[in-house]
């Protein structure tokens, strides 16, 4: 586990691994909130310049006069123990940016997906992107005070998601409550595992 | 020590050419392993400091203790492709230490997941 790249005699050092989850969802379904809700640290910012074309990293770098976009991404982390590291991307809120979710997904041991039941349709394209993929998910029903209270099966329905996706419902702002939401997708990523072996 | 050449931008000159002075308008080669999640570590102390910028000691500062791209790139608040390319040099160097990409799986194994259920459970 504690085997580093070092290219100095004597120079090993720990290097943890990382996992990754992802928080998707559409615009103002509380991905940010749940991420501060569980994060260690306060959420960090960082960007990414793209070119429009979206692809080319190489030529991105001091092209004044190319169209560039600045994609936005904030993320938490949370210290399983000194040999592994979980962080946790929101997904950016401009779903064009389709490149920056592939590199969000890449390995990760699944994604949320966080409902607002006032926008169902919002979370439509964060659904497609995991279920394309074959990326394990779950869909977690942020239940925002003074929206109406839907029965989960109801959710289920209108969202077309299949039976062994679980959904549960959930206060983004709460502790415990994204913590109840970190372990299910934990668990159906275990049991999908399984399930393949 | 942040090279003679950097004499020409300042404030004004926008967000743009500062990254782009920052890795002196070198745009490759950058490391493929270098995700947003991995994990780099510097060494305890440069082999040669004089011969590194002022962003890359900050980077070695930063990375006594483990970090990931992201994180580095959050606190030196510049954008992940630029410290994409002064990692690079930094591993190059010997610097600055990274996992071997050989050992990490693509994909969670069982193990790593009861681990990381354990840690979330634990919080």
Known sequence: MVSVESERPGGELLV??????????????????????VSEIPPLHTEELLTEAGVGVDDVLGLEQKETTTV????????????????????????????????LAYGAIGAVILVDTRRLDSSFPS????????????????????AHLYEVEEVRRALDVEKGIPLVLCDARDRESAKTVLVNLIQHTMDRLDAMA | MAGRE??????????????????RGRTRPLRPELHLVTQVRAMPSPADPDALSVEHLEIMELCRRPLSVAEVAAYLDVPLVVV????SDL???????IRDPSRVPQVPDRNLLQAVLDGVRGI
């Open chain 1, 16 to 37: 943890p691994t990382p996992v990754k989850i992802v928080i998707a969802g559409g615009f103002g379904t509380g991905k940010t909130t749940m991420v501060n809700a």
């Open chain 2, 91 to 97: 591993i190059q160097r010997g610097d600055v230490v």
């Open chain 2, 84 to 87: 994409k390319v002064l990692l």
């Open chain 1, 127 to 146: 659904i497609d992107f995991f279920e394309r993929r074959g990326i394990p998910f779950i869909i977690a029903v942020n239940c925002f005070e003074g």
């Open chain 2, 6 to 23: 950097d004499w020409w931008y300042d404030e004004a000159a926008g967000p743009l050419v500062r990254p782009y002075a920052m890795v």
């Open chain 1, 72 to 103: 936005a991404l904030d993320f938490g982390r949370i210290t399983i123990n000194p040999e592994v590291v979980l962080y946790l991307f929101g997904t950016p809120g401009q779903n064009r940016f389709w490149f920056m979710w592939d590199e």
